[in-house]
């Protein structure tokens, strides 16, 4: 596992690396890490450079102060360090978040963008209060108490039904995380700033991906997302949820495969 060490904020970023050729930037989903990404390292080192970071306090990465558009400030220091002027970057849900902050304030690392299970938007009251409950669970219980009620929500039906291993899977990467961790994601993913605005700014070729069956952000919110974004392409992956670069990893590598090439 490479370790990158941030010459501007002192900080250090763990990473997988797979692969040559584009430089493709994975930023991985909340509360989970890099190792989300393993069917992509190995799926797509064929036609790209593949990299996967640990965002700060997740996975091997340590904790630094938690905003939106303080990581993508990171994102784009990492991309230096790694001496990567630019890089196609595909953000799952909060890594896709952290995805739209660096098209905004660092257009210029961007080559092309995939954002996987995301959107544009700010969480409404509803959602805020939500979040701010599930700081308190983690606080009180842990990362894995906080998943444990995600799971359904995140995974469709068809993947606890027939693919219990990637459930499985996905909920002992969640249990590793910090909750203090988690608990400062939370936080930002219920303050970050409204994206939208800056969607028609967005020049590279980009790329929307959602679940057919994702419930979290569905394909209507998807659809909305692509509609804003000049020339981008919108594919659903059949049988996921949320998660669905694990929940159906063939397809979402097609998609991605398609887009690169």
């Known amino acids: 596992m490479p370790l990158c ?9 763990n990473y997988d690396e797979a692969g040559s050729g584009p430089p493709l930037l994975l930023l991985h989903a909340f ?17 790209a450079r593949v990299i ?16 939106i558009e303080g990581v993508a400030d990171l994102v784009a220091e990492f991309l230096g360090a790694l001496n990567v002027p630019k890089a196609t970057v595909c953000g799952l849900s909060m890594g896709g978040y952290v995805a739209l902050a660096l098209a905004r304030t660092h257009a210029d690392k961007l080559a092309g963008l995939i954002l996987a299970d995301t959107r544009a938007g700010v969480d409404d009251s509803a959602a805020k209060a939500n979040r701010t409950k599930a700081v308190e669970l983690v606080n009180a219980q842990g990362t894995a108490a906080l998943f444990e009620g995600m799971a359904p929500k995140v995974m469709s039906e068809s993947t606890h039904a027939t693919k219990p291993e990637v459930v499985a899977r996905a909920k ?13 994601a939370l936080a930002a993913l219920r303050d970050r700033p409204d994206a939208n605005a800056g969607l028609n700014d967005i020049a590279v070729p980009t790329l929307v991906i959602v679940g057919e069956h994702d419930g979290i952000t569905p ?3 998807a659809a909305n997302l692509s509609a804003q974004i ?12 949320h998660l669905s670069n694990s929940e159906n990893a063939e397809a979402f590598n ?4 398609a887009f690169l090439l």
């Open 254 to 257: 097609e998609a991605v495969k």
């Open 172 to 184: 002992a990467i969640a249990a590793k995380q910090p909750a203090a961790s988690v608990a400062a």
């Open 52 to 67: 996967a970071p640990d965002l700060p306090g997740f996975g091997e990465s340590p904790a630094a102060p938690f905003t």
């Open 219 to 221: 394909p209507l919110a």
């Open 5 to 13: 060490k941030l010459p501007a904020s002192g900080l250090t970023i």
């Open 230 to 241: 000049r020339g981008s392409t919108l594919v659903h992956i059949p049988g996921a949820g």
């Open 31 to 47: 509360p989970l890490d890099r190792t989300m990404w393993e069917p992509q390292l190995a799926g797509l080192a064929d036609v």
